[in-house]
């Protein structure tokens, strides 16, 4: 139920894996982000190549406004990457 999930602890830091904690069982469970965890110990290559750039940027359609959210972190830094190379 996620009801039952809550933010980690104010004393967990904001530089950590954990995303939140719930109970199991009444045991303790916390839930870290994997996507940050798989990003720093195996991170991708997202670079965009020139003719990628180039070919995306003569199809630009300036009248139009586009929002992109994304719950990671990880992937909020691929999308901006993308968009301002």
């Known amino acids: 139920n996620w009801e039952d999930i809550l933010p980690p602890p104010k004393?967990?830091?904001?530089?950590?894996?954990?995303?939140?904690?719930?109970?199991?069982?009444?045991?303790?469970?916390?839930?870290?982000?994997?996507?940050?965890i798989l990003d720093e110990i195996s991170p991708v290559d997202t670079t965009v190549s020139k003719e990628i750039v180039e070919e995306a940027a003569a199809n630009v359609r300036i009248d139009k406004k586009v929002l992109v959210v994304d719950d990671s972190s990880v992937a909020r830094n691929q999308v901006k990457r993308a968009v301002t190379s």
Do not use: M, P
């Not at 894996?17 to 916390?30: D, F």
């Open 11 to 36: 004393g967990a830091g904001k530089f950590n894996y954990l995303t939140a904690v719930t109970e199991v069982e009444k045991e303790l469970v916390s839930i870290l982000d994997v996507e940050k």
